[in-house]
């Protein structure tokens, strides 16, 4: 089923969500059609706070091989996520986000993380992260802690309406590479 995305302006996405006592079957449910959303929306990320519910619970998808066309995805449906460790390395990166349309910023973020959560069906996992796929786990766990990009954006700008176009800064010829959570 998909679900109504929330923009910015709604006062859920300003609150720190709750943590979740028990991965049940309505919760597994939730995933999934956040997941499926998600898909809808052309997002890699999806933090429950976007679509109205503030519990801590993500969806991310993401290849396996980020270097290689069509390379299978990896899923996943995460609970009660937490960043336990990040790299000093820091790397500037252009976010976007479906609770914010039409707008992208460039970002300061860790380059890796480690990452610990339940999956879906309860059990603890461990993330080890780094890249694109660092960058939008840092992303949607700061939904789950009323955290936006523009927060920590350092600049941000609109996208061109051109018809096939992701464009940056006006002037500037770069298609813009975004994680959209």
Not at 72 to 83: A, S, W
Not at 132 to 153: N, S
Request: aromatic share 4%; charged share 30%.
């Amino acid at each position: 089923m998909i679900l109504d995305v929330k923009t910015i302006g709604a006062p859920v996405l300003r609150r720190k969500a709750a943590p979740i006592t028990k991965a049940d079957k309505t919760i597994r449910a939730l995933a999934a059609n956040m997941l499926e959303t998600m898909h809808e929306e052309g997002g890699v990320g999806l933090a429950a706070p976007q679509i109205g519910q503030s519990i801590r619970l993500i969806v991310v998808e993401y290849p396996q091989d980020d270097t290689v066309e069509d390379s299978p995805l990896t899923t996943y449906k995460l609970i009660n996520p937490e960043i336990v460790w990040k790299s000093e390395t820091l790397v500037k990166g252009v976010e976007g986000c479906l609770s914010i349309p039409g707008v992208v910023g460039e970002v300061e973020r860790a380059e890796s993380i480690k990452v610990k959560a339940q999956g879906i069906s309860g059990r603890k996992t461990e993330i080890t992260a780094s890249g694109w796929l660092a960058r939008i786990f840092q992303h949607e766990i700061d939904h789950l802690d009323g955290i936006c990009y523009i927060d920590r954006a350092e600049k941000v700008w609109e996208l061109s309406q051109e018809e096939g176009s992701d464009s940056a800064e006006p002037g500037d010829d770069e298609s813009v590479n975004s994680c959209k959570g």
